[in-house]
Structures are given as C-alpha cells and as structure tokens.
C-alpha cells in the first residue's frame, strides 16, 4: 500500500487556501496549511483579480506544505471558472485578470448573440446564460491594446500552473465554462471560434483530470523549498473537484455546491442541450471522468457575504453567528425574492438592493438585519428547491438525497431550510469539498487509490464527517412561496 501526502491549492473567490491530504487506501486526512484573502481590487473603472498576490499565497501555502509534511507527491489547483489571464508573445501575463463581476462584460452580450444566436451557442457549449461567460468577455475586450498583444489565454488555475511549471495547458472541466467548448466532442469549438474572429492559437492543448502538467521549475522550487514535484491536473474548476468531492453512495443525488455562488444540479453521463434546459437557465459543465455537470448557477452566500461588507463598512454588527442565530427566530417567509435577479451580480449595497425588490414585488422589505438575512436564506433554500425539481425533469435522474458542501454546510440554518424547501434528507459536508476532491484525483493518478469515482466517493464516505438534516415543517408552505417568487 502507497500512502502519498499531496498538495491541494483551492482558490475560491473569498478566500484561497493550501491544503495537504494525506492518501492511501482507507486513507483520507486532510488538513488546511495556509489561508489567505482573495481581495478582487477596482483600477481605472476595471475590476481585476490581484492574481499575484493569489500566487504569492499559493507559493507560501507550499512552502508551509512542504515543511508541516516533510515531503509533497503531487500538487492540484482548482480555482473559480470563467476568468482568464492573457499572455503575450514572450509568454508574459498582460495585465491582471479581469474578475467576471465586472461589468463590461455584460455589455458585449449583445454582439456575441449577432454572430451567433442565443440558442445556436446553447447547443454547442449547452451553458446556461451568465453575461461573464468568457466568450463575452472576450467580445468586450476586442478592440483593447490587452487584446491585441495576446497570444495565448489561461484560465486561473492554468496560469498558476504555467508558472509552477513553464507548461501551457487548458484543463478541459474548466475550459467548460468558457462558453468556447463543444460540449458534445468536448474539443474546443473551432467553428464558434472561427465565426467570433478568436484565433484558434489562443487557446493552449486541452488535458483531462489526472494528467501530468509538468514539474516544478528551478524557479518555483526555489520560491518553495520543495523537489522535483509533479503539478497534476485535477478538476480544475473548484465546481467540478467539489462534485468529486460530494460523498454520495448512489447516483440518486442532487448537489449544492455553496459558497460565494450554490451550484444546484445533478451529475451526469451525457449533456442535456434541449431547448426547455436552455429556457431553464441550466448549464452543462464537464466533470471528472468524463460526466457532465448538469446544474445552475444560483446567486449563494455572495448575498450574505456582501450584506455583511455593506454592514461592517456602516459600523453596523457584522457577526455571521450572531445574525444567522437572530435570523433562525425570525418568522419564515416574511419576504422572498428571487436570488438570481441580475441586479445582485455587482459588488455594492446588498441589503438595499434587496429591500428594492421586495418593494418592487409588492412585499414588505426586510425591517432588521436579522430580517434581511432570513430572507436571504429562504430565498436560497426555494431557489435550490426549484433548481433540484427542474434538473431532476430536464435529465430523467431521480433525486432522493441532496448533497450539500462548501462553506454553506457550516450553515445550519441553511442546510435545515434546505431540507425542509425540497422535501428531502440533506446531507451536509464535508466544507473542503473541493480540496478533497482536487487530492482525490491526484492521488489516483498517482496511484495511491485506485477505482472510479464511486470509490473515490466510498474513501470519503469512510473518513470524512457528514451531518444529516431532514425535512420537517409544511411542504404546502414552500410551494405557495415558490409559485409567488417564480410565478
Ligand atoms: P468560496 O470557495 O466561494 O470562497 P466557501 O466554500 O469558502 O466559498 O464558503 C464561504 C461561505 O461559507 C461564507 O460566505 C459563509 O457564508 C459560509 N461560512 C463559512 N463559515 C461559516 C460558519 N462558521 N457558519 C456559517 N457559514 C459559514
Ligand atoms: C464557483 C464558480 C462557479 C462559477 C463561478 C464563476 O466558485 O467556479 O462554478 O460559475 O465560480
């Protein structure tokens, strides 16, 4: 039996962290070595990822791997989707990369779907319509001097890899998300390319989850004190090392992937690139192994995180533990919204964007913050039951347990309301979802496990803790508020 310790590097877009797991048959420890902010930063009306400060963070995380472990096998970098860095002829980063809540993008919607209608791209990238889906970001940065010098883009994680290793590559789970895939052949989109004017050479050979990207440089062994270490490629959208990481003993289970967004769905074994998935606002990003995450993207804890910046900066009290107990004694229902409407996307004033559409809705806007936070939290919980009862008519799979990971498990409030919205047991846990994931598929490509990811998921059901909520309350009640929120 070879047990490996590995390095599992998770960007998610509140905080970054370097994790060691330490592998082997019936073996999964894992435990966090470095935490560090991921704080998106405003230049000239431009709002970017402070990308090497993120690096700085993951080259410390290493070193600190490093010394904690003795010894590191391997190393996974999973990191939010969408967003890329831009790269010219002499392989430098052109400027920082633009964050996907920046509004230009948005802005080039319009151009994209001139080419090519909205339901043409449905059927060949099968994504759900989110404005920074980085086809449109690319429409919206054409004509800009960045643009014109690129030669090559990379997503986040790739990036970090490029500089770990001096090799250029497009993990295909994350190249998913750029709207740029062929979600059937799962190559990039040639024709799509073709017809938007992207040269074809921008975007670097796709690689699959357990591959090989390179080893350590001269420079990046330096920078962290570590050997000849290989960097493998993992499910390098968090999303997909996070369903990797989701406990589930039957193929029977929903998902909700929570943190700064809820990624609701369910996984499968082929796209579902119907015209009624497209209307149902469902996405279809390619997992590990080969399977397809058929889900969407809800809003999540952005509307709590941003309600607690908007508190903190008025000096009002800021304490997630506190309001989310105060919210647990506030009466449900006293006002719902939608959570995915567009006016929530940006960064700003949450609390009074929320009270606006209450307001618009004929509600009574929230009175405390307490009250603003229980509205957040039913309004998640009924947007979660909805994406679980359409993903569940859209593919034909039949939900009998939801999976809840990421930071949002530690919300009991949340997991119980979550429950009590889909009529079904929610199983919470495990939070590092992602990082697990991310050294799971390390740790096979290296050969520590071996099996698919029934097995994987076997592992972590056998070491790691879950927490079990069922339904409880009237049925009836979520029902009438789904049809009042969603018509
Ligand atoms: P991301 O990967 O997008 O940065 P995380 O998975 O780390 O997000 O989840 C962060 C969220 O988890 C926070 O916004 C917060 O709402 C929630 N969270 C973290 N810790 C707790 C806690 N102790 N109690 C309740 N919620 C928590
Ligand atoms: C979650 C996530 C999500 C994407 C969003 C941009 O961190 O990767 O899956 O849609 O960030």
Do not use: K
């Given at each position: 039996d070879r047990e490996l310790t590995l390095a599992a590097v998770d960007l998610g877009a509140s905080s970054g962290r370097v994790m060691t797991a330490r592998v082997g048959p019936g073996r999964l420890d894992l435990a966090e070595v470095h935490r560090f902010p991921n704080r998106p930063v405003r230049t000239g009306g431009t709002l970017s990822w402070d990308v090497l400060a993120l690096y700085a963070g993951v080259l410390d995380g290493l070193r600190a791997a490093g010394r904690e472990a003795?010894?590191?096998d391997g190393i996974g970098i999973d990191s939010w989707a969408v967003d890329v860095g831009l790269l010219d002829a002499d392989g430098a980063l052109l400027g920082n990369p633009v964050h996907y809540r920046d509004a230009r993008h948005a802005t080039a919607v319009p151009a994209v779907h001139a080419v090519v209608p909205p339901g043409e791209l449905y059927r060949v990238n099968?994504?759900?319509?989110?404005?920074?889906n980085t086809v449109f970001q690319f429409a919206a940065m054409r004509g800009t001097a960045r643009f014109a010098a690129a030669r090559q883009a990379l997503l986040v994680p790739d990036l970090l890899a490029y500089w770990l290793t001096g090799a250029r590559v497009a993990e295909v789970t994350n190249a998913s998300t750029t709207g740029l895939l062929d979600a059937t052949t799962r190559q990039w989109a040639g024709g799509l390319l073709d017809r938007l004017d992207l040269p074809r050479d921008l975007f670097p050979a796709l690689v699959q989850p357990g591959e090989e990207i390179g080893r350590l440089t001269a420079e990046a062994r330096a920078e962290t004190g570590l050997a000849d270490v290989p960097v493998i490629a993992v499910g390098s959208h968090d999303t997909a090392s996070a369903v990797v990481g989701v406990p589930a003993a039957s193929e029977q289970f929903a998902y909700v992937s929570c943190g700064t967004w809820s990624l609701v769905g369910v996984e499968l074994a082929e796209p579902v690139l119907t015209e009624a998935g497209r209307q149902a606002g469902f996405t279809n990003e390619l997992g590990v192994d080969g399977t397809v995450r058929c889900l969407r993207n809800v809003m999540g804890l952005w509307l709590l995180q941003e309600s607690l910046r908007t508190w903190s900066a008025a000096g009002l009290p800021a304490d997630l533990a506190e309001l989310l107990a105060a919210a647990a004694r506030v009466s449900a229902f006293t006002a719902v919204v939608d959570p995915d409407d567009a006016r929530f996307l940006p960064p700003g004033d949450m609390p009074a964007r929320i009270a606006a559409l209450c307001t618009e809705t004929g509600q009574t806007p929230p009175q405390s913050q307490a009250e603003t936070v229980r509205c957040i939290l039913d309004s998640l919980a009924l947007a979660y039951r909805r994406s679980i009862r359409r993903a569940a008519e859209l593919s034909g799979r039949e939900v009998e347990v939801v999976h809840l990971v990421g930071g949002?498990?530690?919300?009991e409030l949340l997991c119980q309301l979550t429950a009590d919205a889909c009529g079904l047991p929610v199983i919470a846990g495990p939070v590092e979802a992602a990082a697990l994931g991310n050294a799971l598929v390390q740790a096979r490509a290296l050969g520590a496990v071996d099996g698919g990811l029934a097995e994987l998921r076997a592992l972590l059901r056998a070491t790691q803790q879950t927490r079990t909520y069922l339904p409880s309350g009237s049925a009836q009640a979520w029902a009438t508020a789904d049809a009042r929120v969603f018509g």
């Amino acid at each position: 039996d070879r047990e490996l310790t590995l390095a599992a590097v998770d960007l998610g877009a509140s905080s970054g962290r370097v994790m060691t797991a330490r592998v082997g048959p019936g073996r999964l420890d894992l435990a966090e070595v470095h935490r560090f902010p991921n704080r998106p930063v405003r230049t000239g009306g431009t709002l970017s990822w402070d990308v090497l400060a993120l690096y700085a963070g993951v080259l410390d995380g290493l070193r600190a791997a490093g010394r904690e472990a003795g010894s590191i096998d391997g190393i996974g970098i999973d990191s939010w989707a969408v967003d890329v860095g831009l790269l010219d002829a002499d392989g430098a980063l052109l400027g920082n990369p633009v964050h996907y809540r920046d509004a230009r993008h948005a802005t080039a919607v319009p151009a994209v779907h001139a080419v090519v209608p909205p339901g043409e791209l449905y059927r060949v990238n099968g994504l759900q319509h989110l404005p920074f889906n980085t086809v449109f970001q690319f429409a919206a940065m054409r004509g800009t001097a960045r643009f014109a010098a690129a030669r090559q883009a990379l997503l986040v994680p790739d990036l970090l890899a490029y500089w770990l290793t001096g090799a250029r590559v497009a993990e295909v789970t994350n190249a998913s998300t750029t709207g740029l895939l062929d979600a059937t052949t799962r190559q990039w989109a040639g024709g799509l390319l073709d017809r938007l004017d992207l040269p074809r050479d921008l975007f670097p050979a796709l690689v699959q989850p357990g591959e090989e990207i390179g080893r350590l440089t001269a420079e990046a062994r330096a920078e962290t004190g570590l050997a000849d270490v290989p960097v493998i490629a993992v499910g390098s959208h968090d999303t997909a090392s996070a369903v990797v990481g989701v406990p589930a003993a039957s193929e029977q289970f929903a998902y909700v992937s929570c943190g700064t967004w809820s990624l609701v769905g369910v996984e499968l074994a082929e796209p579902v690139l119907t015209e009624a998935g497209r209307q149902a606002g469902f996405t279809n990003e390619l997992g590990v192994d080969g399977t397809v995450r058929c889900l969407r993207n809800v809003m999540g804890l952005w509307l709590l995180q941003e309600s607690l910046r908007t508190w903190s900066a008025a000096g009002l009290p800021a304490d997630l533990a506190e309001l989310l107990a105060a919210a647990a004694r506030v009466s449900a229902f006293t006002a719902v919204v939608d959570p995915d409407d567009a006016r929530f996307l940006p960064p700003g004033d949450m609390p009074a964007r929320i009270a606006a559409l209450c307001t618009e809705t004929g509600q009574t806007p929230p009175q405390s913050q307490a009250e603003t936070v229980r509205c957040i939290l039913d309004s998640l919980a009924l947007a979660y039951r909805r994406s679980i009862r359409r993903a569940a008519e859209l593919s034909g799979r039949e939900v009998e347990v939801v999976h809840l990971v990421g930071g949002g498990a530690r919300n009991e409030l949340l997991c119980q309301l979550t429950a009590d919205a889909c009529g079904l047991p929610v199983i919470a846990g495990p939070v590092e979802a992602a990082a697990l994931g991310n050294a799971l598929v390390q740790a096979r490509a290296l050969g520590a496990v071996d099996g698919g990811l029934a097995e994987l998921r076997a592992l972590l059901r056998a070491t790691q803790q879950t927490r079990t909520y069922l339904p409880s309350g009237s049925a009836q009640a979520w029902a009438t508020a789904d049809a009042r929120v969603f018509g």
